[in-house]
T-cell receptor, first 109, second 112 residues
Framework: DAKTTQPTSMDCAEGRAANLPCNHS???????VYWYRQIHSQGPQYIIH???NNETNEMASLIITEDRKSSTLILPHATLRDTAVYYC??????????FGTGTRLQVFP | SQTIHQWPATLVQPVGSPLSLECTVE??????LYWYRQAAGRGLQLLFY??????ISSEVPQNLSASRPQDRQFILSSKKLLLSDSGFYLC???????????FGQGTRLTVV
């Protein structure tokens, strides 16, 4: 699975959009991009995933660049409850599931 | 619907004592199962994963072992705990293929 690079931390004002970037320049053609988040002292929670096309669900939107070397997770209206560590994973769908260090998002009032 | 159970939620154990953490999944069959550890302020470290009964892959050499005696049961063990074994232990499952993983609530282990 391809390595991903994310900023260590980000801040976002409550009610504003949170845009979390992820670089995956070595991603292969059949690796999907997955996003999870981990709220303090809880297990990670799946958010969204995609291959080429942009994806949207009730939690977030995922924008993948045309060359697939990077992506952005968008939380359209961040709330205090969105404060968490966000993990971006390039996943082939094989057995191993490896997490990086993620981005710590702090939403402030 | 599928659920994952992990217990206990917290555990304080003395150095040198044994450990057994259990994880069970309901509502699915033949899941991939995972054990992760998270040290304080750190990321998730994959310890073991299993694709079937009795099939265990170890990612990091350490003082721990894992077993899968039944299809939906995954056990993390140690014969003698070290101080460095302290951390937040998470069990997870996912279906085979490009599917999302579901995590348990975790066990916070403190070795004293």
């Amino acid at each position: 699975d391809a390595k991903t690079t994310q900023p260590t931390s980000m801040d976002c004002a409550e009610g504003r959009a949170a845009n979390l970037p992820c670089n995956h320049s070595t991603i292969s053609g059949n690796e999907y991009v997955y996003w999870y988040r981990q709220i303090h002292s809880q297990g990670p929670q799946y958010i969204i995933h995609g291959l080429k096309n942009n994806e949207t669900n009730e939690m977030a939107s995922l924008i993948i660049t045309e060359d697939r070397k990077s992506s952005t997770l968008i939380l359209p209206h961040a709330t205090l409850r969105d404060t968490a560590v966000y993990y971006c994973i390039a996943f082939l769908g094989t057995d191993k599931l490896i997490f990086g260090t993620g981005t710590r998002l702090q939403v402030f009032p | 619907s599928q659920t994952i159970h992990q217990w206990p939620a917290t555990l304080v154990q003395p150095v040198g004592s044994p450990l057994s953490l259990e994880c069970t999944v309901e509502g699915t069959s033949n899941p991939n199962l995972y054990w992760y550890r998270q040290a304080a302020g750190r990321g998730l470290q994959l310890l073991f994963y299993s694709v079937g009964i009795g099939q265990i892959s170890s990612e990091v050499p350490q003082n721990l072992s894992a077993s899968r005696p039944q299809d939906r049961q995954f056990i993390l063990s140690s014969k003698k705990l070290l101080l460095s074994d302290s951390g937040f232990y998470l069990c997870a499952w996912r279906r085979i293929g490009r599917t999302e993983a579901f995590f348990g609530q975790g066990t916070r282990l403190t070795v004293v």
